[in-house]
């Protein structure tokens, strides 16, 4: 079945402590993003890859860092999470930067 | 201004009705048009896909998209209770850059 993995889909965590929010997808696509949603603001794009070791910043990245060492993989790291990073992520890919994006369930994240 | 504006609603419909979501837009540079459907606790899906001015029909969903008032919209026929979701309108520019609404809150009443 083809699918966006995302892990963990919930995670409560503490201001500073570095987390990574892992993503795999297996449709063998060369574009893949990282979104995160809020109420009243829809879905902003944080950083998006449009090929291995091709990464570049999207509308929001501050706070937030991404790699791509394999094509399937694209995990976002929070290096000193806070409390405005609250919300709900979403990772998705494509075949390529101009066609629909398939998204994977999200991981909400929380903050203290 | 926002890019891509969108009614977040709630729009309430009875069972059977048309519903019906629109979204302008005012960068002439997008040129694909999406509508994407969200349930509560999921990602978005993908419903219609479209990029030239007219309408697109899947089944019971219709896309219309009008490149000259900058204006697009999703027609669900025959609403069913399963229908009630967030619809989200995206687009996507000619270099790439994809803009998403902020969503429409649909419920649909048996």
Redo the contacts between chains.
Sequence with gaps: EAQ?TQNPRYLITVTGKKLTVTCSQNMNHEYM?WYRQDP??????IYYSMNVEVTDKGDVPEGYKVSRKEKRNFPLILESPSPNQTSLY?C?SSL???Q???????TRLSIL | QKEVEQDPGPLSVPEGAIVSLNCTYSNSAFQYFMWYRQYSRKGPELLMYTYSSGNKEDGRFTAQVDKSSKYISLFIRDSQPSDSATYLCAMIQSWGKLQFGAGTQVVVTP
């Design positions: 966006v993003s009243g603001l829809g879905l902003r794009q979403f998705a390529s930067r101009d629909p994006q398939h998204f994977g369930d999200g």
